[in-house]
């Protein structure tokens, strides 16, 4: 009995140790945006997020006098916060159209591995209500609510490994107003992300909205980014053809083209901030 | 009366074989990283460990995942980019206790742990101090405090956040075991 081997100790620690926890995936993009598309990430519980984001002119316009469009900018701004780690909701203002928004993004399934069930993938719905407040210039008496849009999605995340995160996300934006008889109230689409990384602190990422019954003379949109990220900050870098950052707006009404170079230089800076601190002592 | 032999010896035999083993299933784990730029601590309240009374051999081992930081951001950077505790999800100390400690007697006992340290997923020879009191009531507490270098473990940090984490990090461990 005395000549007890360590592997033993071992193996005995293994069977009084708790069995292993589930293990959830984590970190599946480093942004809770992947571009302009929502993630299936959320900020924890009990910590806020400040997003501020610019879209630079396009490329193509005189972008020697213009630096690249560094000249022009569009901006968003929003703070968010999730009471609980499962919900997130927050307020932006985008400069496009004079846009505010209250959104909301509420997980319900998270991919795991380990014992029992597992779910294969991470999915959240998101949504969120837009009021644009610039002047109507048709001449006509609207109503308050002609000024609103909705957006609700579907995100499905799948982390394929340490590097490869992939996301899929049907998408259904209703305007309360449209501009023709021929546009309709609900436009569809489905939404592509991915990221992939390159390094420990840097990704490459791209999102895509490829939509059902688009409205004529606008584009699907299309950016291709990289993360990078600092501790307390991500930055996100990109190239994409939907200048405005309401989501009603880059998704459903962008005019710029890829293939004629209306491509615009943006970034999303990202902040935390902890205002319920979990017991970590 | 050959069956009462029979079961006394029989549960003799278990209560000394259940006597060599302590068992700790909440063994408190923290660490600090103190740098003039930004302090960084963490803990976690369910470690396991192990002592055989008799050889004096020990385990101890966390979950990686279970390190609870006040800052959720930092919690994920320890997981994914530090200690890739997807790949190596487990802190493991494992080795002999040298000095003079009797489990039986209560008291408070000064040895040293003799070991291996397996932190992401690299073995290090250590040797630290610890303190085990023996209680009248047979509870063992053993407490500890050591320092582990990231870069001992091939903790890769970059240039960007050198500032931020401290060479030496200061690990302290509770851990209150009961004969199993």
Do not use: C
């Not at chain 1, 984590?26 to 610019?54: C, D, M, W, Y």
């Not at chain 1, 929003?78 to 780690?85: F, H, L, M, R």
């Not at chain 1, 420990?200 to 990078?228: C, E, F, K, W």
């Not at chain 2, 023996?134 to 940090?157: A, C, Q, R, W």
């Amino acid at each position: 009995m005395s000549a007890w081997a360590q592997d033993d100790l071992l193996a005995e620690l293994d069977a009084i140790a708790p069995p292993a926890p589930k293990a959830y995936a984590f970190a599946t993009f480093k942004g809770t945006r992947i571009i302009n598309q929502q993630s299936v990430e959320l900020p924890a519980a009990g910590v806020g997020q400040f997003v501020i984001g610019h879209r630079f002119g396009a490329l193509n316009d005189k972008p020697l006098y213009n630096l690249f469009g560094l000249d022009v900018a569009q901006i968003r701004f929003e703070y968010s916060y999730s009471p609980v780690k499962w919900l997130n909701f927050g307020a932006g203002r985008s400069s496009g159209s004079k846009t505010y928004d209250g959104f909301a993004k509420v997980r319900f399934t998270r991919q795991s591995s380990g014992p029992g069930f597992n779910w294969p993938v991470t999915t959240a719905y998101y949504t969120n209500a837009t009021i644009v407040t610039t002047p109507f210039a048709d001449g006509f008496d609207h109503f308050f609510t002609d000024r609103m849009a909705y957006t609700h999605q579907w995100l499905v995340a799948r982390k394929m490994n340490e590097a490869l995160s992939l996301q899929v996300a049907p998408t259904l934006v209703h305007f309360n107003l449209v501009q023709t008889p021929a546009e309709s109230n609900d436009q569809w689409g489905v939404a592509l992300g991915g990221r992939y990384k390159l390094t420990q602190r840097m990704a490459l990422t791209a999102d895509y909205l490829l939509r059902i019954n688009p409205v004529d003379q606008t584009h699907n949109p299309l950016s291709i980014g990289i993360d990078i990220e600092t501790g307390g900050h991500v930055f996100q870098f990109h190239l994409t053809n939907a200048r405005s950052m309401a989501d009603p707006q880059w998704m459903m009404q962008t005019p710029g083209d890829w293939t004629k170079g209306d491509i615009f230089l943006g970034f999303n800076i990202t902040r935390v901030f902890t205002h319920k601190a979990p017991d970590f002592r | 009366m050959k069956k009462t032999l029979f079961l006394s010896i029989a549960l003799l035999a278990t209560l000394s074989a259940s006597a060599q083993k302590l068992v700790s299933r909440d063994t408190y784990v923290h660490f600090f990283s103190e740098t003039p730029v930004e302090d960084i601590e963490a803990s976690l309240k369910d470690g396991v460990g192990l002592i055989n009374t008799e050889t004096k051999e020990f385990v101890f081992q966390v979950n990686i995942q279970s390190f609870t930081f006040e800052k959720a951001l930092m919690q994920e950077h320890f997981n994914e980019n530090y200690m890739e505790s997807t790949k190596y999800p487990k802190g493991l100390f494992k080795g002999k206790i040298t000095g003079d400690v009797a489990f039986s007697k209560a008291g408070t006992y000064t040895v040293k742990l003799v070991g291996t340290m397996n932190i992401h997923g690299k073995d290090r020879p250590m040797t630290i101090p610890a303190t085990i009191t023996v209680s009248k009531e047979g509870l063992v507490v053993l407490e500890s405090t050591f320092i582990i270098k990231p870069t001992d473990h091939d903790v890769e940090i970059p240039s960007l956040v050198v500032t931020k984490i401290a060479k030496e990090i200061e690990v302290k461990v509770k851990s209150t075991l009961r004969a199993n």
